[in-house]
T-cell receptor
Framework: DTEVTQTPKHLVMGMTNKKSLKCEQH?????MYWYKQKAKKPPELMFV???????INESVPSRFSPECPNSSLLNLHLHALQPEDSALYLC???????????????FGSGTRLTVV | AQSVTQLDSHVSVSEGTPVLLRCNYS??????LFWYVQHPNKGLQLLLK??????LVKGINGFEAEFKKSETSFHLTKPSAHMSDAAEYFC???????????FGPGTRLSVLP
């Protein structure tokens, strides 16, 4: 299995809702990443998990809350989002943070989030 | 500090003609360089990578790129464009000491029939 699976593919939520995005990989990768991508822009790093511990938080607002329950699973919990948070949310993984220099990242297909 | 410049925001070619997407990078240390492709409303797929081995790198779908340290470039080429190549292409750099990837702004490739 060489894929990163993201669910749901599309999500529409109101500004008072609570929702979660899910990312799963079974490649034995120990580094996992959340990116946010606005239209016609490159992905922007949000969070990095390394061996299930939060390694990097790129000053992301607290309305985004990541969680890594185990080495295969990465969640992004969403609460009280704003319309400007509408974007494509991409999950990625690599064997480790260090080995990403050699192997690159494997990306999921993303969740298209619309906040209304 | 690392940075990536993709000189063209949009490139348009005719089907069957060569493709050239340009990428220049800045890195304090020996970099790894990657090209990713993103089709509309999809995730990013790795096309090819340079990680300090051969400077001419071959990737999937007939793409290749050449690492030129003297020019700090890593341009992406393909001899003959196909309609399915129409997508957004990102050049990415990661050096030995940087923790994460730095993405270029992207180049949108259009392929005309």
């Amino acid at each position: 299995d060489t894929e990163v699976t993201q669910t749901p593919k599309h999500l529409v939520m109101g500004m008072t809702n609570k929702k979660s995005l899910k990312c799963e990989q079974h490649m034995g990768h120990r580094a996992m990443y959340w990116y946010k991508q606005k239209a016609k822009k490159p992905p922007e790093l949000m969070f990095v998990y390394s061996y299930e511990k939060l390694s990097i938080n790129e000053s992301v607002p607290s309305r985004f809350s990541p969680e890594c329950p185990n080495s295969s699973l990465l969640n992004l919990h969403l609460h009280a989002l704003q319309p400007e948070d509408s974007a494509l949310y991409l999950c990625a993984s690599s064997p480790s943070e260090t080995e990403s220099r050699v192997y690159g990242y494997t990306f999921g297909s993303g969740t298209r989030l619309t906040v209304v | 500090a690392q940075s990536v410049t993709q000189l063209d925001s949009h490139v348009s070619v005719s089907e069957g003609t060569p493709v050239l997407l340009r990428c220049n990078y800045s890195s304090s240390y020996s970099p790894s360089l990657f090209w990713y492709v993103q089709h509309p409303n999809k995730g990013l797929q790795l096309l090819l990578k340079y990680t300090s081995a051969a400077t001419l790198v071959k990737g999937i779908n007939g793409f290749e790129a050449e690492f030129k340290k003297s020019e700090t470039s890593f341009h992406l080429t393909k001899p003959s464009a196909h309609m399915s190549d129409a997508a957004e292409y990102f050049c990415v750099v990661r050096d030995n000491y940087g923790q994460n990837f730095v993405f270029g702004p992207g180049t949108r490739l259009s392929v005309l029939p």
